[in-house]
């Protein structure tokens, strides 16, 4: 689909737009910071842990979406598909500080690493106190001996939610951290791809694929994957993914999980559902027990045609924070 | 007729032609990302030297410190990415301990190597890596070996050993950034941060042949 | 997209398996009946009115996604893009008869009205009351002197969530029928499709479209609209299509309204919120107060690129029921 | 040679051609309903032929009655759509007052007349709208004006009754159904429904001539 499908005005201004939107679309709950490229919530607790996420834009709802009740304080936007600037993640921080400090919690990215690091120097000379945890869910970007180089994918939304509980209810940023962490050390991640979206600034898709060919593992922007091969049937694919999950963390018969499928772009609910019947029965098969399931749009790379599958292990600790009821613009729980 | 060494007003001067060429670099700089990154760096690039541009029209410098600075911190508060806080960096840390007034061929061995230990320190990438170091690192140390001589003799050496590095990054396989999960498949191809800090130099070069 | 950029399995059972992964997404909430083409909620108490949604399918989530807390008590689907067969609409129908009667709600399509209709008959023949409610929310599909030929879109959620509140609270089917009628008479849509989604048996495209237009009031399957055109920035495509739903009802200044802006499919979640921005802008300037905004993938055709913006204007009555917390897979509030 | 008459055994074998052919005419009918509908009119029509396939293989029938409305109900229970009700109630209700054993040329009037009222009453089209009755109006009137003569001779003219009529639907802007929002852009096309209207007299008369 070219670049000229898509309903934009100015192509400088879609960040401060589509965060302008978001402010308005939440009836007085959330309000824009001056530089128009971080939203925080209208009413915060004193003394409370802040919790600021944040990335390139052109993941859609991801960040801004989960800024809420029991959620995040505040996310900070880059331009899309690049980190968010210095400045902006300070001007959040400085926004969200209550005196009990805040967590970075962001997808592992070059990028991202750099840009939350200078700005926690920056924080830090302001005597905010700044801990940080990265995001790295996505099991096919590197070996789990080096699982610190792996990406940050739509498992985001496990531990955006778990961390977002904590923050709520846990007094101290080192208690809040140390969830967070395990909530990240229990969350894995995969993705596929068939068809690319565009990078909206350019009109170019973000990779090119033959027609009848998918790529397991592809990244959210485009980022290769562990195996392009022929177009899958939905059980087979899923088969294959799921299995790349299971054995990594690993899963185990008896372990509680969350499930999350998620649309990358322009793949349909109707093919979500499919594949979720085929997770649903290996996971059954397998013994694991399915607390929660979420099955839609929470993490996309414009209108990529594809999913990803993402399961986050519970123990007694992450129920508790996870099962928080919470009300955001795309993750919505009573 | 080049220049032995350049005034405040006239780096700044060069750093405008700089600015102009990486804007209008941006397509080649996308089109290098598109095959290894996520095809933004030529986006980017072109955002941050516009704001650069911006930054150079409304003030007055009285140091090269201030000048470069001020480049730099136009650059990382406006590319985001790897590459913000990568150009960003150099140019705020190379601009450290510069010389007040006079941009001379050890100013510019000053500002790469600054320049380079900072980036180095952010991003903790190796020469090898395949990032913009790869074109950094060589023009660094040439630089440092040519401080005796007018920078209108040395810059074009400096462009040169830059130029080596960044074609040597078409043999590299990634291992920082974007790029370093195609392992194998990055192969042919060359960095595009690395074909940035090329260009960067080049352009500085241009310029002061042109005074 | 060719077709085959799609996740399924067995193309005659896109249905069957996607109604089989809703219901074991809902963790027991929701149960299949024999025919595989109707979900219904597991627990439904005596006495009440039953509620039964339904249509063809590939708009996913609807229908199926909103069966559940405070919504609809089933639903029915036909296969992609045709109505449901009378026999699974009287399966349902008798499922989820409590004695007092079913209302029947569905889009306005002449497939539908037969179908519902011949079940109808076939239900009263066992003595089971029903009443039907069309939706014809669509301004775009005819003129408001002949506003029983429109189609319903997007604007069916509106109507299901306040007939759903309605059918929950109270006793009476003539009652329920009331309310979901005044939900439909004070619902208004219209959609814009700048790229067509595909038939999956097909693999056909269901319009087709030069790469730089788009067309204003296109229908769910494709069916024409009322104005085609180069594509337009996403400021003057709102611009154009919330004055033919404000002029059409006519919303007036003080009147309070509920804002549905809704992906057809491959529309990302930043365009979303961008059309959001400018419609929130219009409408306060026109005096009209938002009660309520839903953003997202809530009605789609395949992987179309478009949207449909709907209002649905309330009054004390219908403010109770939408108000009501609800629980499906496709829509949740607290 | 043709057949004055058919067996309930011979009809329901012709109905079996029907089947064969609407299936194998999936293509035609679903490119039809592309252009001033959904698109999805041949995959419904082959579905629905299948179960009727099904049902035919399944069961033993005595009567022509029971006949026909398996068929309606195997259409009206697989099809859905608009057609799936049309098409059903068109085989259902038409089967009504038939004829326990010999379907002969008053048989299929009474089984068009019959049908054309149940299907106007269910969808309250009439001619003209550019439906399917626009095949099966002329269709219903030409069988009429020819129970005197034997089956095979009379078929093939209620066979071009119904084509004219078809073609007729190509002048005709739909007023019923998806096509009616296209208002004046379904001109030049023909109805899909009228189509398979056309079709399936067409391949009941080629079952008959074949006997
Ligand atoms: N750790 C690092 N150290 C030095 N340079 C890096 C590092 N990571 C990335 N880069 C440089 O940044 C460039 C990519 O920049 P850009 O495309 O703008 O950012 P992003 O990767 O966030 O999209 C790479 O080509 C590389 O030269
Ligand atoms: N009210 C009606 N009366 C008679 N025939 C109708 C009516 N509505 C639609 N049809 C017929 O149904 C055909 C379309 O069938 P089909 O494409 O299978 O269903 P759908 O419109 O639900 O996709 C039309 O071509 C027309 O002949
Ligand atoms: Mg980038
Ligand atoms: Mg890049
Ligand atoms: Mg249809
Ligand atoms: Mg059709």
């Known amino acids: 689909m070219p670049n000229s499908k898509k309903f934009f005005n100015d192509l400088s201004s879609i960040v401060d737009e589509t965060l302008d939107g978001l402010a308005r679309a939440s009836n007085g709950k959330l309000r824009l910071l001056d530089s128009h490229r971080a939203v925080i919530v209208s009413a915060m607790p004193d003394h409370k842990v802040g919790l600021l996420i944040g990335g390139g834009s052109g993941h859609e709802p991801l960040f801004a979406?989960?800024?809420?009740?029991?959620?995040?304080?505040?996310?900070?936007?880059?331009?899309?598909?690049?980190?968010?600037?210095?400045?902006?993640?300070?001007?959040?921080?400085?926004?969200?500080?209550?005196?009990?400090?805040?967590?970075?919690?962001?997808?592992?990215?070059?990028?991202?690493?750099?840009?939350?690091?200078?700005?926690?120097?920056?924080?830090?000379?302001?005597?905010?106190?700044?801990?940080?945890?990265?995001?790295?869910?996505?099991?096919?970007?590197?070996?789990?001996?080096?699982?610190?180089?792996?990406?940050?994918?739509?498992?985001?939304?496990?531990?955006?939610?778990?961390?977002?509980?904590?923050?709520?209810?846990?007094?101290?940023?080192?208690?809040?951290?140390?969830?967070?962490?395990?909530?990240?050390?229990?969350?894995?991640?995969?993705?596929?791809?068939?068809?690319?979206?565009?990078?909206?600034?350019?009109?170019?898709?973000?990779?090119?694929?033959?027609?009848?060919?998918?790529?397991?593992?592809?990244?959210?922007?485009?980022?290769?994957?562990?195996?392009?091969?022929?177009m899958m049937t939905a059980d087979a694919v899923a088969n294959d993914m799921v299995s790349r999950i299971l054995s990594d963390l690993p899963f185990q018969a008896g372990d509680e999980v969350c499930v999350l499928v998620n649309d990358l772009g322009s793949t349909s609910s109707a093919e979500l559902l499919i594949i979720y019947r085929r997770v649903d029965q290996i996971l059954h098969q397998r013994g694991l027990k399915i607390h929660d399931t979420l099955i839609g749009s929470y993490c996309t790379s414009q209108e990529m045609a594809g999913f990803s599958i993402s399961l986050l292990k519970l123990d007694d600790e992450l129920r508790k924070y996870y099962d928080l009821p919470v009300d955001s613009l795309a993750l919505v729980k009573g | 007729m080049g220049q032995v060494s350049l005034t405040i007003r006239q780096t700044r001067d060069a750093l405008l032609v700089v600015a102009a060429g990486m804007i209008a670099s941006e397509g080649i700089l996308s089109e290098a990302d598109r095959a290894i990154g996520d095809g933004d760096h030529g986006v980017g690039m072109a955002r941050g030297f516009t704001a650069v541009e911006k930054k150079l029209a409304e003030n007055e410098f009285?140091?090269?410190?201030?000048?470069?600075?001020?480049?730099?911190?136009?650059?990382?508060?406006?590319?985001?990415?790897?590459?913000?806080?990568?150009?960003?960096?150099?140019?705020?840390?190379?601009?450290?301990?510069?010389?007040?007034?006079?941009?001379?061929?050890?100013?510019?061995?000053?500002?790469?190597?600054?320049?380079?230990?900072?980036?180095?320190?952010?991003?903790?990438?190796?020469?090898?890596?395949?990032?913009?170091?790869?074109?950094?690192?060589?023009?660094?140390?040439?630089?440092?070996?040519?401080?005796?001589?007018?920078?209108?003799?040395?810059?074009?050496?400096?462009?040169?050993?830059?130029?080596?590095?960044?074609?040597?990054?078409?043999?590299?396989?990634?291992?920082?950034?974007?790029?370093?999960?195609?392992?194998?498949?990055?192969?042919?191809?060359?960095?595009?941060?690395?074909?940035?800090?090329?260009?960067?130099?080049?352009?500085?070069?241009?310029?002061?042949?042109?005074?």
């Not at chain 1, 922007?221 to 195996?227: F, R």
């Open chain 1, 65 to 230: 979406g989960y800024v809420g009740k029991n959620l995040a304080d505040a996310a900070v936007a880059g331009n899309i598909f690049a980190a968010p600037t210095p400045d902006i993640i300070v001007e959040a921080t400085q926004a969200i500080d209550k005196g009990a400090g805040v967590l970075y919690l962001y997808g592992n990215y070059a990028g991202d690493n750099m840009n939350f690091d200078i700005a926690a120097e920056m924080a830090s000379e302001m005597n905010i106190l700044i801990k940080t945890v990265r995001i790295w869910d996505d099991v096919a970007s590197a070996a789990l001996d080096h699982i610190t180089d792996r990406r940050g994918i739509a498992g985001d939304l496990f531990v955006v939610k778990v961390a977002g509980g904590a923050a709520a209810l846990l007094g101290s940023l080192d208690e809040v951290y140390r969830v967070a962490s395990k909530a990240r050390d229990n969350t894995r991640s995969i993705g596929v791809a068939a068809a690319a979206g565009t990078f909206p600034e350019t009109g170019k898709p973000t990779f090119e694929l033959p027609d009848d060919e998918m790529e397991i593992g592809m990244g959210l922007h485009g980022e290769p994957g562990v195996s392009r091969s022929k």
């Open chain 2, 62 to 211: 009285s140091s090269l410190s201030e000048l470069f600075i001020t480049v730099g911190t136009a650059l990382m508060m406006s590319i985001g990415g790897a590459s913000g806080a990568i150009f960003g960096t150099l140019f705020r840390e190379g601009a450290r301990n510069l010389p007040a007034n006079e941009f001379t061929s050890t100013a510019l061995s000053i500002f790469l190597n600054d320049g380079l230990i900072a980036v180095q320190k952010r991003g903790k990438a190796n020469p090898g890596d395949k990032t913009m170091l790869d074109a950094l690192f060589p023009a660094a140390k040439s630089a440092a070996a040519l401080i005796e001589y007018p920078l209108d003799v040395g810059l074009p050496q400096v462009v040169a050993a830059a130029e080596v590095g960044m074609e040597a990054t078409k043999n590299m396989v990634a291992s920082m950034g974007r790029a370093k999960t195609l392992g194998e498949r990055s192969l042919g191809y060359p960095d595009p941060g690395a074909i940035s800090m090329l260009l960067i130099l080049r352009f500085l070069n241009e310029a002061a042949q042109a005074k």
